[in-house]
């Protein structure tokens, strides 16, 4: 993956889900949240003229970073998911796919970017970064519908 191009990718299709600006997450090695303001940190050696790239490339040295591409909100009462990005889906799910990724509060989707790496995970975060529980969740591969439609949005955002 190119990581540049990618965050380049996902902010310029960034619209009304989500601030270009609060795109990225710093996540630590415990999987808990770090700052979501990347434009005012002021470690890693980062620059105030560099760019949010630049400024993503240094923390990734440090720390992982998760790339937000959306939000998704399960509707316990019909077994749907409701997926919020550049386009919206709405997805009815079976009851062993309900049973296995529905969370009670709405999430953010994306990927977390291991740190010194290019290698990602697909997963997801607490919507309210402020919590002192806020964390990623990696959410599990399968075949499942609701996974293969947050992987196909994935993949339409990462550059090679």
Same mark, same amino acid.
């Given at each position: 993956?190119?990581?540049s191009e990618t965050i380049?990718?996902i902010r310029?299709?960034?619209?009304n889900?989500v &601030?270009? &600006?609060l795109?990225?997450?710093?996540i630590h090695?415990?999987?808990?949240?770090g700052?979501n303001n990347i434009?005012?940190?002021d470690k890693?050696?980062?620059?105030?003229? &560099?760019?949010?790239?630049?400024?993503?490339?240094k923390i990734?040295?440090?720390e992982?970073v998760?790339?937000?591409? =959306?939000?998704?909100?399960?509707?316990?009462?019909?077994?749907e998911? #409701?997926?919020?990005?550049?386009?919206d889906?709405?997805l009815?799910?079976?009851?062993?796919?309900?049973?296995?990724?529905?969370?009670?509060?709405?999430?953010?989707? =994306?990927?977390l970017?291991?740190?010194?790496?290019?290698?990602?995970?697909i =997963?997801s975060? #607490?919507?309210c =970064?402020?919590?002192? #529980?806020?964390?990623f969740k990696?959410?599990?591969?399968?075949?499942?519908?609701?996974?293969?439609k947050?992987e196909?949005?994935?993949?339409?955002?990462?550059?090679y």
């Open positions: 993956m190119n990581v380049k990718n310029s299709s960034c619209d889900y &601030d270009p &600006d795109v990225a997450t710093v090695d415990n999987y808990y949240m700052s434009e005012e940190l890693f050696d980062i620059k105030t003229d &560099d760019s949010f790239e630049e400024k993503i490339l990734l040295k440090h992982n998760f790339l937000n591409l =959306g939000m998704y909100a399960f509707i316990p009462v019909i077994n998911c #409701d997926i919020y990005s550049t386009e889906y709405n009815k799910l079976s009851e062993d796919e309900f049973e296995k990724y529905a969370n009670e509060k709405e999430r953010v989707f =994306g990927i970017i291991k740190k010194d790496s290019t290698d990602y995970v =997963g975060c #607490d919507l =970064g402020c919590s002192i #529980d806020a964390a990696e959410i599990e591969p399968s075949e499942l519908d609701f996974y293969k947050i196909e949005i994935i993949d339409t955002k990462i550059i």
